[in-house]
Each structure stands twice: as structure tokens, then as C-alpha cells.
């Protein structure tokens, strides 16, 4: 019941949680986990056309929307837990981590897609230790140290300045 309640208010509120870690739904399919992100809507034709939407900006999983969702690379199942929330149409999608435990290829895949759901409209609260990879998708950051806010600028500004550079960027 808890989970249900928080989804609705969520959904409510025009939010949607992408977790650290992913958390899809292993035994699930695909497109049963895609479903489970529309849990609290009723408008099948609406659902359908998000399902597509998804399919649309995720190519690999509409080719294998039947397989278990466990049986996924932990990129293409980073794309299905951001496809998930994106069926709530969220005027803030929230993203904890998005690069954690991914290969090279597949962060910069997520990173591209970060940024075209972002053009779409949609307002991104990206939390990312690959501070380099944010800064270079983000339109500001803000660079955190010991819990207190050290550094906030627009990205580009951020990534041009050297005590950031330094202390964070791994340098030059």
C-alpha cells in the first residue's frame, strides 16, 4: 500500500525518482516494468503512446521488450528504470547516480538520452559523482563538499574554473 500511495502523490506532484541502483523489477519483462511505471493511470490509450515514446528513445528495449528485466546489462537496465519514470510524464524527473556501475559505452548513451528527454521539456535533478560528465550535459551545477554547497555556477562556468578543476575535475 505504501508503495501505491507514494506513486500517486508523486504523480501528483509531477515528480519521478529514478534510485541509485536502478531497481527494476528482475522477473519482470520489459514492457511489464514499463507498465508498472503507469501503475496509477487509467488512460490505456495515453499508456500505450508513452510505452512508444519509450521505445522510441530506448531502440534496444523495444527489440527485446518480452525478456526479463533482470537478464539486462546494468546500462540497458539504467534505460528501462529511466523509461519507468518517464511513464508518469514528469515535469521533474529526478536522477540519483545514472552513471554508477556502467561501462563508458553505455554512459555516454544515458548521458545523450538525459539530455534529449531534457530538450523534450522535461526539467532533470541530476546527482552524479562523474562531475566532469555532468557538467558538460547540465545547464548548472553545483558542486558540493562536506555536505554544504562549495561551488554554483552555470556548468560551463564550472568547468572553467580552476579551484574546481582542481579539486574536483581531477585537474587541468
Not at 53 to 77: N, P
Amino acid at each position: 500500500m505504501y508503495l501505491r500511495v507514494s506513486l500517486c502523490r508523486s504523480q501528483e506532484k509531477g515528480l519521478s525518482l529514478v534510485p541509485e541502483g536502478r531497481r527494476v523489477f528482475n522477473s519482470m519483462t520489459i514492457l511489464e516494468n514499463l507498465e508498472m511505471g503507469a501503475y496509477t493511470r487509467n488512460d490505456k490509450k495515453a499508456i500505450q503512446e508513452d510505452i512508444d515514446r519509450v521505445f522510441s528513445l530506448f531502440r534496444v528495449l523495444k527489440e527485446r521488450q518480452k525478456q526479463k528485466a533482470g537478464t539486462l546489462s546494468s546500462g540497458e537496465q539504467q534505460m528501462l528504470a529511466i523509461g519507468r519514470a518517464l511513464m508518469l510524464n514528469p515535469k521533474l524527473l529526478l536522477l540519483d547516480e545514472p552513471s554508477l556501475g556502467l561501462s563508458p559505452n553505455y554512459v555516454d548513451t544515458v548521458f545523450e538520452k538525459i539530455k534529449e528527454i531534457n530538450k523534450d521539456g522535461t526539467t532533470i535533478l541530476l546527482v552524479e559523482q562523474n562531475a566532469r560528465m555532468a557538467l558538460e550535459y547540465a545547464d548548472r551545477g553545483y558542486v558540493f563538499e562536506i555536505g554544504k554547497i562549495a561551488f554554483e555556477d552555470n556548468a560551463k562556468n564550472l568547468l572553467e574554473n580552476d579551484e574546481v578543476r582542481k579539486s574536483f575535475l581531477g585537474g587541468s
